[in-house]
């Protein structure tokens, strides 16, 4: 049976004390460029980062992310853990693949770059479509995860009433252009609190309390080629029926004030993944390892070293 419970640390639910702040270490006092890596992986040029030593953690952001989502928490990892975080193939810096995007896809080329890494094994830590990812590479290459760790994953969660899949990528689709036209003064918008609500308040339950240098990392990743693909892979896949394969331990953290995924999918993927304990987070939305970085991080940083 899974387990489930509001906190694995004191105040991990209940505290928005930590809303906002950045991670420790600052990540603001990185030279980044020391870190970043290209190489060829199934036939693609695939942008990532590199750092740190210990055992591997590999983190997947989400439709419309890029490695930048997970800059609050690598400096915290990467003290114990070689931390890889790669621009998934459509998103960030890294161009399309030769093949159709799909999160199959997705789960091939993570076990190619764990390859392409000499790693044997890995833990994977994945947020939105990278949890679905990151839950796929679980179920197809189970020999190389160490531990899972889901952050409001897409993938098990019902679509609104009476919308086709079809119709819901043409409707994400219509959205694009509002990003465009935000996109080019967001540097000057995320400086107030109203237009950190504006270009994130679907994401992020209290976006103005947010660091404006991360919310414009954050951007980084919109409007990318990939974004269409990815999004009608995410409505036309289901691996419910295979979870119950994944018997390394498995961390779901949630936002229960999520307005992208439910928090009724945490609840259905603790169902389906037998060695699995669940965390909800209060005050929170879809992106837990940046608005709640300080208790995210101090979360995986414990369920991670029992998997080492």
């Keep these: 049976m899974a387990t489930s419970t509001h906190a694995l640390i004191n105040g991990a639910a209940t505290t928005l004390d930590d809303y906002g702040l950045p991670g420790d270490p600052a990540w603001t006092e990185i030279d980044w460029r ?3 890596h290209s190489a060829d992986v199934m036939g ?3 942008n990532y980062v590199d750092v740190g030593e210990g055992p591997p953690v590999v983190l997947v952001h989400g439709l419309s992310g890029c490695w930048q989502n997970w800059l609050e928490n690598i400096p915290h990892l990467a003290q114990r853990h070689r931390v890889i975080i790669p621009d998934l193939p459509g998103f960030g810096r890294s161009p399309m693949p030769p093949e159709p995007i799909t999160i199959p896809y997705y789960g091939h080329f993570l076990n190619a770059l764990l390859d392409h890494l000499d790693l044997d094994r890995a833990s994977v830590v994945g947020n939105s479509m990278g949890g679905f990812v990151s839950a796929e590479v679980a179920v197809s290459h189970r020999s190389r995860i160490d531990a899972l760790v889901l952050v409001s994953a897409v993938g098990v969660h019902k679509l609104p009433r009476n919308m086709t899949p079809g119709q819901a990528v043409r409707a994400a689709g219509w959205m694009r252009p509002v990003t465009d036209a935000t996109l080019r003064r ?5 400086r107030r609190a109203r237009g950190r609500r504006l270009l994130l308040g679907m994401v992020a339950r209290y976006p103005e ?5 991360m919310c414009v990392e954050m951007l980084m990743g919109a ?3 990939g974004f269409a693909d990815a999004l009608h892979s995410i ?8 979870l119950e394969d ?3 331990p498995a961390l779901i953290v949630w936002g229960r004030n999520d307005m992208l995924v439910p928090v009724e999918s945490a609840h ?6 037998p060695n699995s304990t669940k965390v909800i987070l209060d005050g929170t939305g879809h992106v837990a390892m940046i608005e709640r970085a300080r208790t995210f991080n101090r979360l995986v940083g414990e369920f991670l070293p029992y998997t080492a």
Excluded at 209 to 213: A, C, E, G, I, K
Excluded at 235 to 242: E, M, P, S, T, W
Excluded at 268 to 273: A, D, K, M, N, V
């Design 34 to 36: 020391e870190h970043l």
């Design 44 to 46: 693609t040029r695939v």
């Design 186 to 190: 967001a540097d000057f918008l995320v």
């Design 209 to 213: 309390r947010l660091q404006p240098q």
């Design 223 to 225: 409007d990318k080629p």
């Design 235 to 242: 409505f036309n896949y289901d691996l419910r029926h295979r």
């Design 246 to 248: 994944v018997t390394v």
């Design 268 to 273: 259905t993927y603790e169902r389906h993944l």
